[in-house]
Every structure is written in C-alpha cells, then in structure tokens.
C-alpha cells in the first residue's frame, strides 16, 4: 500500500524564512498550528503541529540574499542512491546527504529546469504524520517550462509514471506510484507567468472554505497572488506570507 513514508511520496514541506518569529504567527493564525521549537542544535528550527501531530516546519534562512520559500520534501529509503540519480539524470546535487542527528538523512537538489526539491529518509522523525485534512499538506506540484524533461527526470530518479490530463486549456501531467496520484506537473505558459519567475515546486494546504482563508490572509498581513478560483477538484488561491512565502490552498469539493 502507497502511505506517505513510500518512497517516492512527498513526505514534508518546511519554510525557509526571513523572519521565523513572524512566520510562526502568521501559519499559525491561518491554519490553527501550535509551534514546537527544537533545540539548539538543530538551530532554531520549528515543527509546526495540527492537534498535536506535525504537518510542517520552519527554519531560518542561512544564504544570504536567499529568498523566504517552501520547500517539498520527497521520501526515500536511500537519500546517497537519490543524489547518484540526480547527477545521472542531469540535476544537481546542492546540498550532499548528510545525517540531522538520528531524526533522518535528507539532501537538497536542482532539477534539470532550476527547480528546488529536497528527500528525506526517516529517522525518528517520519514525516508529515497527517494529509488532506484542513491545516494539512494536500498536493505538491512541480511549475516547470520543460514539461516532457521534467517527465524524464523524476520518472528515472523516482520510478514515478504519469498520467496525461489537462488543467484549464493547459496540459498537466499527474504523477503516480501503484496507481496512486501523488503530485502534480505543469507548464509555466508563457502568457500566465512572469518571465523572471524561476521554475518551483508549489505546497497546497486543505482548507474547508478557500475564499474565507484568502480573506483571512490578508487579515494577517499576506497577500492573495491569485484570487479564488474553481477547478475540477475544488477551489483554490494561490497566496504569499509576509516575508514572501508563496503556498496555495485548495478546499477540495466533497
């Protein structure tokens, strides 16, 4: 059975920040989380907890001149053997795997379009122990301007397969592992995107009502980039914390 420890899933997404503090206020406003901040040695990061159970973390930012950002975590049970097959699939590797104490194994990478994504490979700390629940991760999607290369890459460093669909008028490329769909990719038109926007990987949080959650956003000092809008599967918003912080939230019909 495919969960969210299975390789290959998106197991965790966590915040870069320029002001942690802030940041800790505003996700907690918006989604109900408690903040459980570690110890020193882990440098201030934060777990971000939905009734007691963890959906998310938060750390400061170390590069400087480096934007506040969310970050998607994919899981796997060979952090070294992912690094080789980024190489080999034409990545890079920008953070080699190394050990966070006995929490886990994790490495952050580029993909072929410039494109940021990171593993983890589960110690004591497994993951996101809730999905799909309003205050919880419900989707990750790649936004990429190479849609068939992106097709290539992750399907050889994650064995996902993919399933042709289409968002709007525009492709969209569901990926899968045993036939479970566990993310999303899609084309960074030309007309829809800024040209200086990068490629990204973009975090959808459940809410139960989307519009009430934009509103809500700019009550605590964010913006609303793009308004409420309804697709096939819902309705979603893509919105920006105070420091920068761009996620999406989607209230899922049903």
């Known amino acids: 059975m495919t969960t969210a420890s299975t390789p290959g899933f998106p197991t ?17 406003g918006l989604f109900g989380w408690t903040a459980d901040v570690a110890g020193e040695e882990f440098g201030g990061y934060t777990t971000f907890l939905l009734n007691g159970r963890p959906v998310a973390g938060a750390g400061p930012l170390y590069g400087e001149g480096q934007p506040t950002a969310w970050s998607t975590y994919i899981a796997t049970t060979d952090a070294d053997a992912i690094a080789d097959r980024v190489a080999a699939a034409g990545g890079k590797v920008l953070v080699a795997p190394f050990d966070v ?10 993909d072929p379009s410039g494109a940021p994504f990171s593993v983890w490979q589960a110690g004591t700390m497994r993951g996101a122990a809730i999905f799909d629940v309003p205050g919880s991760l419900t989707w990750n999607e790649l936004n ?14 994650f064995d996902w397969q993919f399933r042709h669909s289409t968002m709007g008028n525009q492709p969209y490329l569901v990926a899968k592992l045993d036939e479970t769909p566990i993310c999303g990719i899609q084309p960074m ?14 975090v959808y949080f459940a809410v ?23 697709l096939q599967i819902g309705r979603y918003a893509v919105l920006e914390d105070p420091q920068g912080g761009m996620f999406a939230v989607l209230a899922s019909q049903g």
Do not use: I
């Open 12 to 28: 965790w997404v966590d915040l870069g920040t320029a002001d942690l503090e802030d940041a800790k206020r505003f996700y907690s």
């Open 101 to 110: 104490l006995d929490q886990g194994r994790m490495a952050a990478f580029l």
């Open 144 to 157: 990429t301007r190479d849609l068939d290369g992106s097709r290539v890459f992750y399907g050889s460093v």
């Open 189 to 202: 038109a030309a007309a829809d995107w800024p040209v200086d926007m990068p490629a990204h990987w973009m």
């Open 208 to 230: 139960q009502d989307c519009d009430r959650t934009a509103m809500h956003v700019r009550s605590l000092g964010g913006q609303v980039l793009q308004p409420p809008t309804n």
